[in-house]
């Protein structure tokens, strides 16, 4: 069984354009089903590297995710800004095409 965290976020999908809740699949901190929100303050494992969970230093990381368009079902990057162990702001992408969405 896979662990992972999640986030549910409301944005336009880059390809098709429409308005969507996206599910994020997430690898960063305690790895628990946790749901984090913009805002949130991130759960580090203790004395563990940063790929395994561990905080990075200062708390800040950019962190990749993945999600999926339930409009026009494409598979669809996300990354995710950590500042200081707060969640700031998450961008969706097709990493074949990357894009400047609003954050």
């Known amino acids: 069984m896979s662990r992972y965290n999640y986030m549910n976020i409301t944005k336009k999908?880059?390809?098709c354009n429409k308005l969507g809740i996206f599910e994020i699949f997430t690898?960063?901190?305690r790895l628990n089903c946790i749901n984090f929100e913009i805002g949130d303050k991130v759960i580090w494992e203790k004395f563990n590297s940063v790929s395994k969970g561990g905080r990075?230093?200062?708390g800040d990381l950019l962190s990749l995710g993945w999600?999926?368009?339930k409009n026009c079902e494409?598979?669809?990057d996300a990354r995710?800004?950590?500042?200081?162990?707060?969640?700031?702001s998450v961008d969706i992408f097709n990493s074949n095409h990357s894009?400047?969405?609003e954050k």
Not at 80 to 88: G, L, R, T
């Open 27 to 29: 690898y960063f901190g």
């Open 13 to 15: 999908c880059p390809l």
């Open 67 to 69: 999600t999926e368009c």
């Open 56 to 58: 990075p230093d200062n």
């Open 80 to 88: 995710i800004d950590i500042k200081n162990d707060i969640v700031c």
């Open 74 to 76: 494409c598979e669809l």
């Open 99 to 101: 894009t400047d969405d």
